[in-house]
């Protein structure tokens, strides 16, 4: 006879496992059961988030290494930092997003299971997790340039507002954009030393990349938002959101573009890497035309599968950036 937690259904869902993880993540099966729900408010079961906050990083440290020509040993550490504090401070952002919003998750089907509404942890154990990772994030940013460090700090108010702003605001995802995108002007400055236009534009194309992947999301929880009375562009939108997603699908690819020529305007009779970084922006719009094509917001399954494929799409500006600056 099958031991009760040795059944089928016990190994596909294992116990406290949050609603909308990936099947057989290594949180749920692998990690030990104490770190468990301080690894689930972190998101470490869904690591969809660390990369959509990590590529703007990624994009602006090859753009800048495009921009001045120079590829030096301390740009293998600025890369390395960004995927570290990128794991770290998305940890201590969703904490902070769960302790901000336990009682609305507790409202809405998708969320009810995360760690806090579902009893796994205290909102005072997951205000000191939020912390600790801060504080290790901030180890990472102090190996950085004084620049780069001020600009760090500062991330934390977009970071600290993003919570509250689906209460005040149809738009809350502008706030997430501000918050997630920092990244960009981060790490174009941890490579050069000051702030220049070309990461300011970047972080512009990024914030209109952030309204179109998660307006997508944000589909998912629309009856229940009405219910609670959460506001979001994906209600705003309703039956437009696909005339609102095209618009922000060639936005965000459009100033991606804009980015690109401003940082390769000094390139001069080598136009190689110019034409090479322009295929950036071009891969990005194909692979959001390609979710255009599959996007029903009738399908939660679909929607989720379309979001999370928003790492492809993130990866194909970088992979020519940097075959830009190589080059």
Request: neutral net charge.
């Amino acid at each position: 006879m099958t031991a009760p937690d040795q059944t089928p259904e016990a190994k596909t869902h294992p116990k406290g496992q949050v609603s909308d993880a990936v099947r057989g993540n290594w949180v749920d099966f692998m990690a030990p059961a104490t770190t468990r729900p301080y690894l689930r408010l972190s998101r470490a079961d869904r690591p969809i988030g660390t990369w959509l906050l990590l590529l703007p990083c990624w994009w602006g440290l090859a753009l800048a290494m495009l921009y001045d020509g120079q590829a030096r040993l301390f740009d293998l550490w600025i890369f390395a930092g960004c995927a570290l504090g990128a794991f770290l401070m998305r940890g201590a952002g969703c904490t902070w997003n769960d302790i901000t919003d336990r009682d609305i998750d507790g409202a809405v089907a998708r969320t009810r299971s995360r760690p806090i509404p579902s009893g796994q942890v205290s909102a005072k154990q997951a205000a000191g997790w939020m912390i600790a990772q801060a504080l290790v994030a901030f180890c990472i940013l102090l190996t950085f340039n004084t620049a780069a460090i001020i600009l760090g700090i500062i991330a934390l108010v977009p970071v600290a507002i993003y919570p509250f702003a689906k209460r005040f605001t149809w738009w809350p995802q502008v706030f997430l954009g501000l918050a997630f995108n920092w990244g960009a002007l981060l790490a174009w400055t941890a490579h050069t030393g000051s702030l220049g236009w070309p990461a300011v534009i970047l972080y512009l194309a990024g914030i209109v990349w952030t309204l179109f992947y998660d307006t997508i999301y944000a589909h998912q929880d629309t009856e229940d938002d009405a219910l609670i009375g959460v506001k979001s562009t994906a209600r705003l939108f309703g039956e437009a959101s696909p005339v609102w997603l095209t618009a922000f699908m060639y936005g965000s690819a459009l100033i991606m573009a804009l980015a690109v020529l401003a940082a390769t305007r000094g390139a001069g009779a080598d136009m190689l890497p110019s034409v090479i970084a322009m295929g950036g922006p071009l891969a990005f719009l194909a692979h959001m035309r390609w979710q255009m094509a599959r996007f029903d917001p009738a399908d939660m399954d679909g929607l989720l599968r379309l979001f999370r494929s928003n790492r492809d799409a993130g990866l194909l500006p970088l992979l020519f950036f940097a075959g830009a600056a190589l080059a």
